[in-house]
C-alpha cells in the first residue's frame, strides 16, 4: 500500500510510438508515448501508483513448447509465491502488461485483454497486373487434361476458320475476274491487270481497306 493507494508492478517494453520506456540512471524506468499518458489517467483516476517493469528477453510473449510464456504475457501469466502474514498467497510477477498487444487466440486463453485501443491494415503486395487479351482465359478454371482438349478443338476450329477464309477469297476472286472480263467486253474497254486487280478488291473489301486506288 502507498499514500495514494495500491502499488502495482506493470510489465512494459519500448515500442516507438506507441511506449517509450526509459530508463533512468537513478534506476528508475519512466514510461512516454499515448501509452504512458493513458497509464498516467488511469494511475490518477483509479488512485493507484505502480513500478515499471521491463522483460528480461524484451518480447512481447509468445507460447513456448512446454506450455509457458516468454516476455512480458509470461510475467502476467506467471504465479510467484508470497507471504501476506500470517498467510502464503500466490501473486503473479506484474499485475498487467503494457503493449500494445496483438490479440490472439492463444494469448486470450491464459490473460483478458482490455478493450482494443487501435486497429490497422495489414496486407501483402504483389505486382499489378496487365490488361492483356487472353481469348483462352476462361478455360483456365478447368484441369490441365480438359484445355488441353479444349486447345486441339479450338486449333482445329481456327484452322478451319481459316481455310473456308481462304476458299472464300479464291472463289470471290475468280467471280469477280469473270464478272470484269464480261464488263470489259460488253462496254469494249480494257483493264490491265485484271487478275491481280480482282484479287486485291476481294482483299481489300474482307479487310474493309477501302477502294482501290
Partial sequence: MTARGISLKVAAEQWVPWTKVTSMPDGNTTLGGPTGKLMEVLAKVMMFEYELVRPPDGLWGAEQPDKSWSGM?????????????PVAVQ???VEFALGPFTITPQREAVSDFAIPLASENQAIIMQRPRQETDMGGFLKAFTTEVR?????????RILQVWLLTA???AAISSATILLVRAESRVFGRTIKNITSHSMLWVVKALTQEGKLR
Fill in 91 to 93: 501473486t503473479r510477477e
Fill in 148 to 156: 488441353r482438349w479444349c486447345s486441339i478443338f479450338f486449333r482445329c
Fill in 73 to 85: 504475457m509470461g510475467m502476467v501469466y506467471r504465479e510467484v509465491g508470497g507471504t501476506v502474514a
Fill in 167 to 169: 476458299l472464300s477469297v
